[in-house]
Every structure is written in C-alpha cells, then in structure tokens.
C-alpha cells in the first residue's frame, strides 16, 4: 500500500502539515509506505494553453516539476490533498498542480493511474466559529469523481496561528485513525 500526500501548504510545520503527519503515522502504523510531497519546494508552473480537442491536448511547460510528480501519483493506491483554506480555496501550489491535469486528463496513463485510487483531504481554516473545509473538500470530490477514484474522506481543524493544531490531541489523534482507516478501506 503506498500513500502520496501533496503538501500544498507552504508553511512547513503549520497546521495542515501537523494534522498531515499524523494521518501518515496513522497509515504507516498500517503498514503503509508514505511519502510527502511538498510543492511549494517545486518548480510547478500555472498551466499553458491547451488547446480544445481534449484527446490532443499537450503540456507545454514539460521544463517544470509537474509531470515527475505525476508519475509518482499514479502509483499511489492514496493521494492525500493537504492544503490549508486560501481564500475560499486550496492554495495556489496545489491549484498549479491540479489545473496541470487539464494537459493530461485523457491521457490513458493518468487516467488508468488514478482511476480507483483513494483520495483524502487534510486541510486547517482560521474561522473560529463556522467548519470552512468545503472549500478544499468540494474541489477534490470532484476530482475524485473526475478520475473515478475513490474519495475516503477528510480531517481538518478551525485553527489560525502556525502549529496551533499541535495543542489539539483530539485532531491529531481524528487525523491518525483517519490513516489508519483509509489504508484498511483500500485494503478491503
């Protein structure tokens, strides 16, 4: 079983990177061989022109990091989506990366790659008083259905300031079962 998780924020040691190593050390218990994938230490550039035949699109930004981290996402069995709330959205890193996909989408090595993969969210938000995780997890249930990969679910915390989920053991503790679980369902 192996997991990917993209680390899309680029605060190493803030809240989604706390919450995203204790989902790992969840799945790793499991049995689990984890790697993290920060983006924000790649060169991933905003997507090119494309063109509008979808089964002749090409990535014309091929001197980037972007297609290495591809060939290494189509053989997770999991791709973790760690991305803290931006402005009503993941952050630019893994927008970057997920708008790349555009080049590829038809392509059957990705396609193939990802399809019944599980996908998992991790994700923090500063609102003290209202869950914003929608704002992550609705993106990527639809790339989930895109990819006809499996979405396993999602862990988050409504926390601000850097590495505050740390004070949090009841969310970590939520982010290590959800590792622990979302190995043993693709698993099953």
Not at 127 to 135: G, K
Request: charged fraction near 25%; include cysteine; proline fraction near 4%.
């Amino acid at each position: 079983m192996k997991l990917i998780a993209l680390m899309g924020s680029p605060r190493k040691g803030g809240n989604t990177d706390l919450l995203t190593d204790a989902f790992i050390e969840g799945a790793h218990a499991e049995g689990a061989e984890c790697e993290k994938i920060y983006l924000d230490d790649l060169n991933i550039r905003p997507i090119g022109p494309v063109g509008d035949d979808w089964s002749m699109r090409s990535d014309l930004r091929l001197d980037d990091d972007a297609r290495g981290v591809f060939d290494r996402l189509i053989t997770a069995d999991i791709v973790v989506f760690a991305s803290p709330v931006y402005w009503q959205g993941v952050t630019g890193q893994l927008k970057c990366l997920a708008d790349r996909f555009s080049a590829y989408y038809m392509a059957p090595w990705l396609r193939e790659g990802m399809e019944g993969a599980g996908f998992f969210v991790v994700t923090a938000w500063g609102h003290p008083t209202s869950d914003e995780s929608h704002w992550v997890t609705e993106p990527i249930k639809a790339w989930a259905r895109g990819f006809k990969a499996r979405y396993l679910g999602d862990v988050g915390a409504a926390v601000a300031k850097w590495g505050e989920v740390a004070q949090l053991p009841d969310a970590l503790a939520e982010a290590r079962d959800k590792g622990a679980d979302a190995v043993r369902t693709m698993r099953a």
